[in-house]
């Protein structure tokens, strides 16, 4: 046999061998792919993920009963404004609660007028003006807030206008002074709790993110 040939059949027999050794490894899956996934183990997947996206809203359930009209009202805020959170509206309530009552309590409301709607404004203007006429002053410290929940809401398509009624129980010492500085009521350590119901007001999905109190109760 002729060199030439004797070199072909060689070169022949190293390429067969080289294709049946790659086929043997490539046609391997085990330690190199992990085994397809059964389907329904797919379908089971999917079914749980649109469970927790069509959940019930945490942030409006645990302030008020799932279905309530409170809570409609609540999601209706949150379509006309996506950005709504209830639970950082409490936030804003807790500190807004403390700001206003204790402006009124010292007798200057300058600070938090544009945070009062016109009548609420007058209504508490007409008590500091009374205690001045009367020659009494305040003096309170606000020791903390015992409590704070969402009471009621409601929300008006046509105006866009979103309400959320509060209640609030703060904790603070106050006295009341006469004109010649004597204690009348009240005590500088006793802790006494104040109790009111009020109700913000504000458009949702404007530009303005303030609410307003429009009304107050206890």
Same mark, same amino acid.
Request: charged share 30%; aromatic share 8%; net charge negative.
């Given at each position: ?5 004797? %070199? ?12 049946? $050794? ?6 391997? $899956? ?11 183990? %797919? *379908? #089971? $997947? ?14 409006? *359930? ?11 009202? +609540?999601?209706?805020? =949150? ?32 600070? @938090? =007028? ?15 003006? /009374?205690?001045?006429? =009367?020659?009494? !002053? ?17 929300? /008006?398509?046509? *105006? $866009? ?11 603070? !010492?106050?006295?009341?002074?006469? =004109?010649?500085?004597?204690? @009348?009521?009240?005590?500088? !350590?006793?802790?006494? #709790? ?18 307003? +109190?429009?009304? *107050?109760?206890?």
């Amino acid at each position: 046999m002729n060199s030439p040939i004797l %070199q072909l059949l060689v070169l022949a027999g190293i390429a067969v061998f080289l294709i049946l $050794r790659l086929r043997s490894v490539l046609g391997s $899956r085990e330690g190199f792919e992990k085994p397809p996934v059964p389907v329904s183990s %797919q *379908t #089971r $997947r999917r079914s749980d993920f649109e469970v927790i996206e069509g959940g019930p809203d945490r942030d409006i *359930t645990d302030h008020v009963e799932e279905g309530s009209d409170e809570a409609l009202a +609540l999601a209706e805020m =949150k379509r006309a404004e996506p950005s709504f959170s209830v639970s950082e509206f409490l936030q804003g309530a807790r500190g807004a609660y403390e700001m206003i009552l204790m402006a009124f309590e010292n007798g200057d409301l300058s600070d @938090v =007028k544009p945070f009062l709607a016109d009548d609420v404004y007058e209504a508490f203007q007409s008590v500091i003006d /009374d205690r001045e006429a =009367k020659g009494l !002053t305040i003096e309170a410290t606000f020791v903390g807030l015992a409590e704070i929940s969402l009471r009621d809401a409601a929300f /008006d398509e046509a *105006t $866009r206008e979103g309400e959320v009624t509060v209640r609030f129980v703060g904790e603070l !010492t106050s006295v009341v002074r006469d =004109k010649a500085g004597d204690i @009348v009521e009240g005590s500088t !350590t006793e802790i006494k #709790r104040q109790r009111d119901i009020w109700t913000f007001a504000r458009q949702m999905g404007t530009g303005d993110p303030n609410w307003q +109190l429009v009304a *107050t109760g206890e």
